[in-house]
């Protein structure tokens, strides 16, 4: 009997020290830009204060004739030895007559179209790390979701470029085809 | 019952039988070996295995920063040993102590490949047949083994000092008789620093260097412990180091230069051309534009052409067989102009290379025909890093387009807080080329000298730094 609760105990306390670190995600950013503290192996970054919330669903806007459409959804993944939340951004792109321009809306979690990578700002807002499919000749960058304040079905979102150009680039720079200056969506 | 009992009877004599003979046959084998090994305690390294024992150090040196030995040379002679038939293997060789002469010997010992590199400085009054000056023996990484002072074939004067902290010390400042002073202090040995540092010198004044030779004992300080007593093996075998017929040397455009990456980028800081791109683009940072040149082979300097709207420099269209390397800027954080509730939004920059400079860098160093010289340097205000290469450019293989690395470089870089550690993992596990180099060059507040150190990865994973001496 003295054995069974002995093993039980050695188990709980094992249990106990196997529980994952919990970081609240929006943490994350500040962990390395300000503190340069890292962060431990088996850590979860875990959105403990459901700040995603507000920026899942679908999304709609319209900025220089095109029209746009943009699906946000939360997903965690697992990395280097760490856990974290993030979202993921998928879109529509259409032009004044209704051509396609680009579609990843059913790309999979693992397509590096699908933004992800992210982290929340100092303003608030969920910043997307963003590869297009001409990334050799600068299409990516970071794309700045902001949901607004005090509503819960408008948000705005730009596309800041990197740029970063690679070799094997023989067209010139490419066209970037996400708005380069802030567009008003509606939630759907 | 009576059958039974005469079976364990003889069960237990045929065990017995059985026994003794094992024992015998164990008997045999052990006196068989004991003569393998009298006949075995000295024996010839081949030249086939000679060159395939340094390269096999060679490339264990790839990955370190603090060679002793400069260049190895192109020919293995094999040298006689009195009283033996075997021979001695003697490669020469060039070490950081640029006045001696020095060779490596490489000899079997009691089933050991044993290597030395066996280093004289001779005096003038040395003569054809009698030797006067100083011999250190060290191993190939330049730790301290012996060192003698020799007058007319006497032993005049021995170091003992084993001790590592010693042969660290002398290693890292690199100590040599650069000087060529006599020191002035009864010291007998032309590097001073020596009678300095280490423990005892023991004034022995025997004989034991009689035209130009050395017993194989205390070229290896077998059993000895380096010193005259206590010898074991090779204690009457010797070796004329006076000998230089077939000892080979270099010769011109074949000796094997040994990287030494923390080497080629001091002298690079030196340069004065080099330098000059550094500090401007040092200047360049805050911008919002990237800056920065090629060097072609020549030395000279070729401007990037800035693309999508400054924010990257063109490598496309070059022909890297032309290039020695780049220099560039990565940028600062800098604001979008966009802003929420009267906050900036901020575009971060990784401020260390990208898949592209790694690819570039890479790329080059392939079509390069002299590694020593390929480089890769970015300037960010939060340091400043230059790649180099010392591994094998046909093992430059396998690589992706440098854009499809970029989705695993941001997941290492959002990862770990600290830039250096994502990108030397990035390396590790994505790019999978040995011997790319990362370095730091930093100048320290009121020093008007850079500062270089060694950025790698510990076996946890961890930023490792040593410093360039």
Known sequence: MKTKYLTIVLLAVSLWGCKAQIIPVEQHHSYYKKNG??????????????????????????????????RIVKNTKSFLGIQKDELLMRYKITDANGNLTENTLSLPN??????KSGYIA???????????????????GWVFFNQTKNTTNKAK??????????????????EQILPLDWIELTKQ | ????????????????????LLFQSCEKDDTSAQLQLELNEIKTVS???????????????????????VAIGDTVSMENITNSSEKLAVIPVKTIHGNLKSRILLLEIEGKVKSVVFSTKTYDRSTKNSFSGEILITDLEGNFIDAFEIIEDNITAQYLSRRKDITANLQNRRIADDEGDNCGDGCPFSVCSWCGELETVVVVATPSAENYTLSIDLLYSQGSNGTADGCEVGCDNYWNFGNDSGGGGFTNNTEDKIDNPCEELKAQIDDASYIAKFEELNNETGKQKETGYVENKDGSFTKLNPINNGHSLSLGGLDYKSLNGFIHTHLDDFE????????????????????????????????????????????TSSGDYTLRFTGDTSAITGLKSADDYLEDYKQYLDR??????????????????????????TKPLFSSDYEVKAKTLDDKGKVDSQDCI
Not at chain 2, 1 to 20: A, D, E, G, P, T
Not at chain 2, 47 to 69: H, M, T, V
């Open chain 1, 122 to 140: 100092e303003t608030g807002s969920y910043v997307f790390s963003y590869i297009g499919r001409n990334n050799k000749c600068g299409q990516n």
């Open chain 2, 336 to 379: 979008t102009g966009k802003v929420v509730d009267g906050r900036p939004e901020i575009n971060q920059i990784y401020r260390i290379f990208s898949p592209a400079d790694v690819i570039a860098f890479l790329n080059i160093a392939k079509q390069s025909a002299n590694t020593n010289d390929v480089y890769a340097t970015v300037i």
């Open chain 2, 1 to 20: 019952m009576m059958k039974k009992h005469y079976n364990q009877r003889l069960n237990v004599i045929l065990l017995v039988c059985i026994s003794f």
């Open chain 1, 110 to 115: 693992d397509s590096p179209f699908v933004l």
């Open chain 1, 37 to 70: 503290i890292e962060i431990p192996d088996g850590a979860y970054l875990k959105d403990v204060n459901n700040l995603f919330t507000k920026f899942l669903g679908t999304w709609k806007g319209s900025y220089n004739s095109n029209f746009y459409e943009f």
């Open chain 2, 47 to 69: 030249p086939e295995n000679a060159i395939d024992y340094l390269n096999s150090f060679k490339k264990s040196k790839s990955k370190s920063l603090k060679n002793y030995l």
């Open chain 1, 157 to 174: 979102l730009f596309l800041s470029v990197q740029g970063e150009s690679y070799p094997i680039c023989d067209t010139g720079p490419a």
């Open chain 2, 416 to 441: 770990y807080s600290s830039l250096e550690r994502g990108f030397l993992n990035f390396l590790k596990d994505h790019i999978k080329v040995d011997g790319i180099q990362l370095f730091k060059i």
